[in-house]
Nanobody, 125 residues
Framework: QVQLVESGGGLVQAGGSLRLSCAAS????????MGWFRQAPGEEREFIAG????????YYADSVKGRFTISRDAAKNTVYLQMNSLKPEDTADYYC??????????????????WGQGTQVTVSS
């Protein structure tokens, strides 16, 4: 059974940092694109960062560009999201996603086949 398990969320003050991890089990995603989405209360799920199978290509939504960094460790079958300079508007549930079909970055949720359960990030002002 394939599972993606996020960790690292929590409560942080504005300007602080958090590092989210997403560990995959049940199969390897070393040849597949992975990404991070977030969903704030009352909002639609937003794609915020993606990484290609090799890690050489990354994408960031304008809302997080320059503050967040996505990376992956193929040996650990894990993708990370380093979040710096956090703002109250970053408050959301954060989800990692993995594609079983694509190696290049996918920008839509339909490009991903596996999802984590989500981890909550709350940024206080």
């Amino acid at each position: 059974q394939v599972q993606l398990v996020e960790s690292g969320g929590g409560l942080v003050q504005a300007g602080g940092s958090l590092r989210l991890s997403c560990a995959a089990s049940g199969r390897t995603f070393s040849h597949n694109a992975m990404g991070w989405f977030r969903q704030a209360p009352g909002e639609e799920r937003e794609f915020i960062a993606g990484i290609s199978w090799s890690g050489r290509a990354t994408y960031y939504a304008d809302s997080v560009k320059g503050r967040f960094t996505i990376s992956r460790d193929a040996a650990k079958n894990t993708v990370y999201l380093q979040m710096n300079s956090l703002k109250p508007e970053d408050t959301a549930d954060y989800y990692c996603a993995a594609s079983s079909r694509y190696a290049n970055i996918q920008y839509l949720s339909g490009g991903y086949d596996y999802w984590g359960q989500g981890t909550q990030v709350t940024v206080s002002s």
